[in-house]
């Protein structure tokens, strides 16, 4: 237990479906990432929000859609996927301090897009 | 574009071996990470390494980071079973705290 939640840990969906993914950190962290791991593939950095502000955007099409209500809660709004995007999606967060910083990862939403 | 190459991409070998996984870049790095993430779980970070030619060692791990801070390796004497997991290596960007290029890991298996 890493203080890092998702939900749900997996989901199924159609290529017209609109559905989001879920993360919260317990940690008092400020900072909170969205990754995809795919097989034979690095993890791969999708957004990052510090203090509540999207700071990175590592050219994400735009079906993949993120939010950031407050610093504990962040979401992945999903909408006319394809194939290629079943994934594990991974939330990380961390404390934000301007030295080296460690992130914490939730376990991952397993993704299938059909 | 930074990247990381892993090697071996797959190990599985018996209780009481030796091992070591491999991680090189051609680009240099502030630092570098290692994690392991098991079987539907996130990955946890085992060990950030800072210096080029540091060596840290966690019980029967031990990590190297290479002295022009481009390589780093993950050595584990007499693994168990309990060490099976994908071992992930990451980069740390010197111009971000955060920004980590991972490599795509080495699967370990070890049979009891």
């Known amino acids: 237990e890493t203080g890092v939640t998702q939900t749900p840990r997996h989901l199924v969906m159609g290529m017209t479906n609109k559905k989001s993914l879920k993360c919260e950190q317990h940690?008092?962290?400020?900072?909170m990432y969205w990754y995809k791991q795919s097989a034979k593939k690095p993890l791969e950095l999708m957004f990052v929000?510090?203090?509540?502000?999207?700071?990175e955007n590592n050219s994400v099409p735009s079906r993949f859609s993120p939010e950031c209500p407050n610093s504990s809660h962040l979401f992945l709004h999903l909408h006319t996927l394809q194939p290629e995007d079943s994934a594990l999606y991974l939330c990380?967060?961390?404390?934000?301090?301007?030295?080296?910083?460690?992130?914490?990862f939730g376990p991952g939403t397993r993704l299938l897009v059909l | 574009t930074q990247l990381l190459e892993q090697s071996p991409q797959f190990l599985s070998i018996q209780e009481g071996e030796n091992l070591t996984v491999y991680c090189n870049s051609s680009s240099v790095f502030s630092s570098l990470q290692w994690y392991r993430q098991e079987p539907g779980e996130g990955p946890v970070l085992l060990v950030t390494?800072?210096?080029?030619?540091e060596v840290k060692k966690l019980k029967r791990l031990t990590f190297q980071f290479g002295d022009a801070r481009k390589d780093s390796s993950l050595h584990i004497t007499a693994a168990q079973p309990g060490d099976t997991g994908l071992y992930l290596c990451?980069?740390?960007?010197?111009?971000?705290?955060?920004?980590?290029?991972f490599g795509k890991g080495t699967l370990l298996t070890v049979n009891p």
């Open positions: 990380a967060s961390s404390q934000a301090s301007g030295v080296q910083e460690t992130q914490y």
């Open positions: 929000y510090n203090f509540k502000e999207q700071t």
């Open positions: 940690l008092g962290h400020n900072a």
């Open positions: 390494v800072v210096t080029g030619g």
């Open positions: 990451a980069g740390v960007d010197g111009g971000s705290n955060y920004k980590l290029t």
